[in-house]
């Protein structure tokens, strides 16, 4: 089967692409390896500065009821905190929620959906050929990567941060607690990992949090972890106490890596959490996924009147300009936030200066996606 773009990957990157390629009238296919619709381990603040640029591809998402978030509660091991209006804000929603609506949206356009892992992508005489077990071949001039932080596709591409370990898993768990604001998301620290609250679009409070796996690796299981270690943030220990699990069981992924990688290897351009993950602290993952989607979209239109080879240029360049301060500065605060000292010395130095936090929370934003 022949297409215009292969994307690999219908996460949040992958189905932005979809859409925005099949409004400029590519022929578009996704591959995804889960079904819709699926949990996923995230912290599920978004970023208004999404907003325009979804509803320009038809996702409006002010018809929802999603609570709007525009403050930020910072707190450290010991329960010393601050809190800061945030300057674009942001809006709660699950990513049960959030990735079937775009979903949907590919669907009701006709976007093809090969359901199954995409284990193989050749590049052979300007084409590419991906291997989806169970589905014919797929080939396609274009790729995007838009497959996550981790793939058995990493390997086959030799990609270097698959050859180190990350020390870093994330949990996540809903639960029903009413007496969490609306408008709040509130990060806190705990020895080796920080957790991030805010509300989703049912009113239950979305708890997630990463932690390092030496941290981890002496409690049974996160309910152990969770009372002897998470808890001891005074925030986080009462929230526990007093909120009821809406899942059976929590969620977890290890080997969250926060390495560089490329924005495009083997002539794949590489979209979302392939291309590069900012730390979650910063609460722009989802954010930066969906702009790289635009980015990767409008290079590839480009394709009708330049080479391959100035797309991939062009591609890298613009990745880069958008996005690697961010990650940058990301990767300093997570530093600086996971130690005692460090959050301690960060939170009461941003205490005397609420210009100081807004001006931080600036640096791993942008602003409004222009469509
Ligand atoms: C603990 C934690 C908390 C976070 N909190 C926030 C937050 O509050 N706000 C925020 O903005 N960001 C947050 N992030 C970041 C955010 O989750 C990611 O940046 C975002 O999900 C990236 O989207 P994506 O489309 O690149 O990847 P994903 O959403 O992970 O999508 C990748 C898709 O590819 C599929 N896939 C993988 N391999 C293959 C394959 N070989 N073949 C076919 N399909 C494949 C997967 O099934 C998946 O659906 C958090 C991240 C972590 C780890």
Request: glycine residues 8%; positive net charge.
């Amino acid at each position: 089967m022949n297409y215009d773009v292969v994307i690999i990957g219908g996460g949040l990157a992958g189905l932005t692409a979809a859409l925005h390629l099949n409004q400029s009238g590519f022929q578009v296919s996704v591959v995804e390896k889960n079904q819709y619709p699926n949990h996923k381990v995230c912290g599920e603040y978004v970023s208004n500065e999404v907003k325009p640029y979804l509803k320009n591809l038809g996702v409006d998402l002010d018809n929802m009821e999603c609570p709007q978030i525009d403050t930020l509660q910072l707190s450290t091991h010991s329960g010393q905190s601050i809190t800061a209006k945030l300057p674009l804000g942001g809006f709660g929603i699950s990513r049960y929620e959030l990735d079937a609506i775009l979903y949907q949206n590919a669907l009701v356009r006709n976007i093809p959906f090969f359901f199954g892992t995409a284990t193989d992508i050749q590049f052979l005489n300007d084409n590419f050929h991906i291997t989806v077990p169970g589905h014919q071949k797929l080939k396609a001039k274009w790729v995007i990567g838009a497959y996550g932080k981790r793939s058995i596709l990493d390997k086959k591409l030799n990609r270097t941060f698959m050859s180190n370990k990350s020390p870093w898993l994330g949990v996540k768990c809903h639960y029903a607690y009413d007496d969490f604001p609306n408008n709040l998301v509130a990060l806190h620290n705990f020895k080796g990992g920080y957790g991030g609250l805010s509300k989703t679009e049912r009113g239950h409070v979305n708890f997630c949090y990463l932690t390092t796996f030496e941290s981890f690796k002496n409690y049974k299981n996160v309910a152990e972890f969770n009372l002897k270690v998470v808890s001891l943030n005074p925030f986080l220990g009462q929230f526990l106490r007093n909120a009821s699990p809406v899942f059976e069981k929590p969620i977890s992924i290890a080997q969250v890596s926060f390495e560089r990688k490329k924005p495009v290897q083997n002539h794949i351009l590489m979209c979302g959490d392939s291309a590069g993950l900012i730390h979650p602290l910063c609460g722009n993952g989802m954010a930066m996924a969906i702009h790289a989607a635009k980015i990767a979209s409008e290079c590839i239109i480009q394709s009708k009147v330049q080479s391959r080879d100035f797309i991939e240029k062009a591609y890298a360049k613009r990745w880069k300009k958008e996005f690697r301060n961010r990650l940058w500065t990301g990767r300093q605060l997570q530093r600086l936030l996971i130690s005692e000292f460090g959050a301690n010395m960060a939170i009461r130095t941003v205490t005397k200066s609420e210009k100081l936090l807004r001006s931080m929370i600036r640096r791993t934003h942008g602003k409004p996606i222009l469509v």
